[in-house]
């Protein structure tokens, strides 16, 4: 038995242990995770739903890769499969036919590619629900990227942009002018440059900042300023925004309430412990989330609201 074997089974035994006799508050508990991927690093969709079972977990969204290309868009195909191996929507679409209670999923394709508007309209026709994540190296209000809102425009979806400085989705700070003129369209921000810029002192260059945050950042004028912009809390850059300054946390959950939305994007096959950092937002969330009712949006209210989930 490989280490991923042993892993998901340990995960399986520990969570059948744990589970009550009784009907608890984490048995009724809705949990949507906006942020998951087929393929990611490798990981089989058998040890994904081990995985999101173990967190508690109960329906996923799945983002798929684009098609691979060689050009500047990808890093000239380094950056293809999100840069984790990840699978395109075919495969998302199909883990979401075996198993439509626990999954939906997004479709995506590489802004510039050639059809990029015909594939993202044949993935939305055929029950994707919105488009990304959009990780490519490209302005953010770029032409090409313009043509991928109008398409979410034209389907009323949302699209999820990762935002690096200097490396994917360019040009954060003009991103307004894209709010204005999409008002129509639910844009959700993630990844580095997202969550640097919760602090107003944020130093663009770097990408995991620590300490105590400045408020007043360009991420929380967004959200607080254009009803069509939401956060995704996935990944370590979510992570650590609510880790590193946690009296700013609590006002800032607070605050947003209506704006975020739980993900994970962690790669692990444990959904638990030190490992996944998943396992460790949905704990922390959980924790400085002002109350139940603000815990249940930003767990799943949010989602299921822009995402038309039912």
Known sequence: MNR?????????????????LSLSAAETEEIIDI??????????????LAHQETMGVTRTILLPAGTELTSPSTHEGKSNGLAGRVFGTE?????????????????????????????????????AIGIGESKFAVDCDSAPMRQIYDVARAYRVPVLLHFQH???NFGFDRFHKILEQYPEVNFIGHAQTWWGNIDAAHDQKVLYPEGPVTPGGITDKYLSDYPNMFGDLSAGSGLRALSRDEDHARAFLARHQDKLLLGTDCPDVEGHGDTCSGAK??????????????????????????????
Not at 282 to 291: G, H, M, N, Y
């Open 4 to 20: 991923r074997h042993f892993t998901t089974s340990l995960a399986r035994g520990a969570l059948a242990a744990t589970v009550p």
């Open 35 to 48: 942020h998951q991927h087929a393929n990611y690093l490798g990981r089989r969709n058998d040890e994904l």
């Open 91 to 127: 495969a998302s679409a199909r883990l979401t036919a075996e198993h439509p209670t626990r999954f939906a999923f997004f479709c995506n394709e590489v802004p510039d590619a050639a059809g990029a508007v015909a594939v993202l309209e044949k993935w939305l026709d055929r029950g």
């Open 166 to 168: 200097e490396t994917y």
């Open 281 to 310: 937002q949905i704990a922390q969330v959980r924790r400085l989330a002002p109350d139940p009712t603000a815990l249940a949006k930003i767990f799943s209210g949010n989602a299921k609201r822009i995402m038309k989930l039912g």
